[in-house]
């Protein structure tokens, strides 16, 4: 089993910035793909980036690009999301997830944290 737990959600203005935790436990943390999925009000489930057990991988969905920037410290068991020039279209709970395994076209972790919720005021 591993656990997932969120952190540093909030409430932010237009323009400005987060930055997401998520601390796992467990010695396989190393071994797994990281990622960061969110859900807007009234919308489903969506990606938002995934990072490799190396670091060496990283993908974005294309409305966080040259935003969002998601690192990893394995040393930390941890993740994070660093989002700037945050956007009203950004709010929404997000969750860390994490899975041996991933799929550009079918990405579906095993393992998810509870969420922290993010909101962006105009």
């Known amino acids: 089993q591993v656990q997932l737990v969120e952190s540093g959600g909030g409430l932010v203005q237009a323009g400005g910035s987060l930055r997401l935790s998520c601390a796992a436990s467990g010695r396989t943390f190393s071994t797994y793909f990281m990622s960061w999925f969110r859900q807007a009000p009234g919308q489903e489930r969506e990606f938002v980036a995934v990072?490799?057990?190396?670091?060496?991988?990283?993908r974005y969905a294309d409305s966080v690009k040259g935003r969002f920037t998601i690192s990893r410290d394995n040393a930390k068991n941890t993740v994070y999301l660093q989002m700037n020039t945050l956007k009203p279209e950004d709010t929404a709970v997000y969750f860390c997830?994490?899975?041996?395994?991933?799929?550009?076209?079918?990405?579906?972790?095993?393992?998810w944290g509870q969420g922290t919720q993010v909101t962006v005021s105009s």
């Open positions: 997830a994490a899975d041996v395994r991933y799929s550009s076209t079918t990405y579906e972790p095993n393992y």
């Open positions: 990072i490799s057990w190396s670091g060496d991988l990283t």
